[in-house]
């Protein structure tokens, strides 16, 4: 069982930066793909970036490839996902999720889930 705690939201000019935190509690967080979803007003949630149980392999979606990164501390129990050059359109609530096994981009393979935080873009 894992539970998982996002912070790090907020109000953001386009071209700023963020770093969203996935706090997980569960002694076998390590051994658990994650990932960050997204999901914007009246839009389906959207991959954005996945890291392997090792944090040795990750995948990014092309909409946020080259501006998102994705990293882990297995000692430490958080995931991270760094957020820079952000756009209007990257506005939306941001969730962490942990699978056991390989990662994976498609939310209906993760178990777990988390509240979201609010990301905000403003233009």
């Known amino acids: 069982q894992v539970q998982l705690v996002e912070s790090g939201g907020g109000l953001v000019q386009a071209g700023g930066s963020l770093r969203l935190f996935c706090a997980a509690s569960?002694?076998?967080?390590?051994?658990?793909?994650m990932g960050w979803f997204r999901q914007a007003p009246g839009k389906e949630r959207e991959f954005v970036a996945a890291i392997r149980w090792s944090g040795g392999s990750t995948y990014d979606a092309d909409s946020v490839k080259g501006r998102f990164t994705i990293s882990r501390d297995n000692a430490k129990n958080t995931v991270y996902l760094r957020m820079n050059g952000l756009k209007p359109e990257d506005t939306a609530v941001y969730y962490c999720a942990a699978r056991s096994g390989s990662m994976y981009y498609t939310a209906h393979e993760y178990n777990y889930w988390g509240q979201g935080t609010q990301v905000t873009v403003s233009s």
């Open positions: 569960g002694r076998t967080f390590s051994s658990y793909a």
